[in-house]
């Protein structure tokens, strides 16, 4: 007779046991529920929905469970400002990229008060995120914010001072969460299948190295002497981020054309497929203006012009292809469109897009292509209207 004391019986107790968690985690994180659903911080600021009604006021306790529950990618609103304002100062609407920064400068604050309140009083679900495959990539806004957000004060006041704190602030973060977060998900003993586990939000993996490698370009200059260190530090955080591009970019793809696509995995993070490579050919595009700076640079010329190049083309292989998918998914499926903070998310893509365009023109000498980002300009600033508008709603009515 079978008993679990048995070593077959407990080997075949140890599998079921981890299968059951295995179904518990894809419970727990099932995209099956609306993007929008759950708490929001934010949103319990001006009221909580109990049972379809709007409490105003929130209370204690639902303010607590909101905060418990912030999302580490809401720094992506501060990524999505920054660069909006930035592809404006380019194209010409300087007057709307200055307004731009204050409004940036208060996002900047608020969530980080937030995200450190909420590493006080919260520190054991700060650290279960970090284990978590949907949530932890999150994490890796803050890096990227903090240097579009250096970026964005260099361009618009000049003042390199608070660039340069914010760059190596970017750095010390960077460093941290990539070789915390992706040891974390190495080790963690339960983890999701592939199609629960991946998704267009792990390439802000990405996006992170090549905003440092953006500002520190810029910075280069004012570094004297240690120009050709810092073009250098720059030069091997952009080729090892495209390296971690081609890696995660192929998990997603496979994730995309093997594996049943519900209409609630398409989240808006999917559009970082193009934000990602826009950003390495924004990046890739510093490095070829400030070659003149860098016998090394100057010596790999002709192979930054041809990977830069190849980074925008995917990009825009990118676009046509996410828009069909945003038809299928809300258009066809009916899928319910709502706010949600990983909207800020795709908003950033389309700023990143505009503004690498017109660095390539400049980068290649190729003014006609300014053409794209002129137009491209228009369609950043209305996704960042809706999303700043779904927000407010958001705030007004919490729900």
């Not at 920054?82 to 592809?87: F, K, L, P, Q, Y």
Request: aromatic share 12%.
């Amino acid at each position: 007779m079978c008993t679990w004391r048995t070593t077959s019986c407990f080997l075949v107790r140890h599998r079921w046991l981890k299968q059951d968690r295995i179904r518990s985690y894809a419970y727990t994180h099932s995209t099956a529920r609306p993007s929008g659903a759950g708490p929001s911080v934010l949103a319990g600021l001006g009221g909580v929905t109990v049972r379809g009604q709007t409490v105003r006021g929130a209370t204690a306790p639902a303010r607590d469970s909101a905060l418990a529950d912030l999302h580490p990618a809401y720094f992506a609103m501060v990524m999505a400002t920054g660069i909006v304002s930035i592809a404006s100062v380019l194209v010409g609407f300087r007057t709307l990229g200055e307004a731009l920064l204050p409004a940036n400068v208060i996002f900047a604050a608020v969530l980080a008060t937030l995200t450190l309140v909420r590493i006080i009083r919260f520190p054991a679900r700060v650290v279960a995120d970090l284990s978590d495959h949907r949530r932890a990539v999150g994490f890796f806004t803050l890096v990227a914010a903090t240097s579009v957000l250096g970026s964005q004060v260099l361009l618009v006041t000049e003042v390199r001072s608070i660039a340069i704190g914010l760059w190596i602030m970017a750095i010390v973060l960077w460093a941290a969460l990539t070789y915390g977060v992706f040891t974390a998900l190495t080790v963690t003993r339960v983890k999701p299948t592939l199609a629960e586990g991946i998704n267009g939000g792990w390439l802000v993996a990405v996006v992170a190295p090549q905003s440092i490698v953006v500002l520190g370009a810029q910075l280069a200059s004012g570094f004297g002497a240690y120009q050709q260190e810092v073009l250098f530090f720059c030069l091997t955080m952009w080729l090892g981020a495209g390296m971690l591009y081609i890696w995660i970019i192929s998990l997603i793809f496979y994730r995309y054309t093997f594996f049943v696509l519900e209409p609630s995995d398409l989240a808006p993070p999917y559009w970082i497929n193009m934000g990602a490579v826009a950003i390495s050919t924004l990046a890739g595009s510093f490095l070829v203006l400030e070659a003149q700076r860098s016998a090394l640079l100057a010596q790999l010329l002709p192979f930054l012009k041809g990977f830069t190049l190849l980074f925008w083309a995917t990009a825009t292989w990118w676009i046509p292809m996410l828009v069909i998918l945003g038809i299928w998914r809300h258009g066809i499926q009916r899928f319910p469109l709502r706010y949600d903070p990983l909207y800020w998310g795709a908003v950033f893509p389309l700023g990143m897009y505009t503004a690498c365009t017109w660095r390539l023109s400049e980068a290649l000498t190729l003014p006609s292509l300014t053409a794209i980002p002129r137009v491209f300009i228009f369609v950043a600033l209305t996704a960042w209207i809706l999303t700043f508008a779904g927000l407010v709603h958001r705030l007004v009515s919490g729900r």
